[in-house]
């Protein structure tokens, strides 16, 4: 039952600034209908803060119907908006379901979150060590520029040397030299 970390991370989007999964990829996940995950979450609207699960705007199911390549509406296509649940709306979720499944899978989408936080974190120490390289950098950009400049100079000196060096000879040509 243990799905790859590949699988889960794919159905992870960000909207709205949150790391969100989409109702009909935690349906999948949970081994139940979109249709029946719906019904239990409305059914305990009073334990989902906006902060936990939210309906996407036209504008935002769009885009991410368009990066995900999914169909069309009116060719299988969903007929309303879809849900999005934070990771801590996907505890709920599972809680309200009720399934072992549901449970399990829920503690396997809590242990991607948190190693995605790591990653993040990780990537943002880079972000922030490269950050003081661009400033210590900043305002050299002028001697950056000369140095270029000298190096290109340098090179078309070499250049015009080689063939300067390399240039047919005309005139007199002692016996034995070209």
Known sequence: MKI???????????VRGEKVMIDR???????????????AVKRNL???????MFELTKEEYESLRYQNGTSNAGRGG???????????GILQVAHVL????????????????????EIIQ???????????IRKKVSGQEDQITLIFEYIDQLEHAKEEKLDQENRV???FKPKGKK
């Not at 970390?5 to 794919?10: I, N, T």
């Not at 990829?25 to 019904?39: C, F, I, M, N, S």
């Not at 009073?46 to 936990?52: G, L, N, S």
């Not at 007929?79 to 934070?86: E, S």
């Open 4 to 14: 790859p970390e590949h699988v889960v991370m794919s159905k992870i989007y960000e």
């Open 25 to 39: 990829d935690l349906a999948e996940l949970y081994e139940v209908e979109t249709k029946g995950l719906k019904r």
């Open 46 to 52: 009073d334990i989902f803060p906006e902060h936990f």
């Open 78 to 88: 969903t007929r309303y908006l879809p849900m999005v649940f934070t990771e801590h």
């Open 98 to 117: 009720r399934s072992k499944r549901a449970r399990l899978m829920s503690v396997r989408i809590t242990e991607i979150f948190i190693k995605m936080r």
């Open 122 to 132: 990780t990537h943002q120490e880079l972000f922030l060590q490269m950050e003081q």
């Open 169 to 171: 000879r005309i005139g």
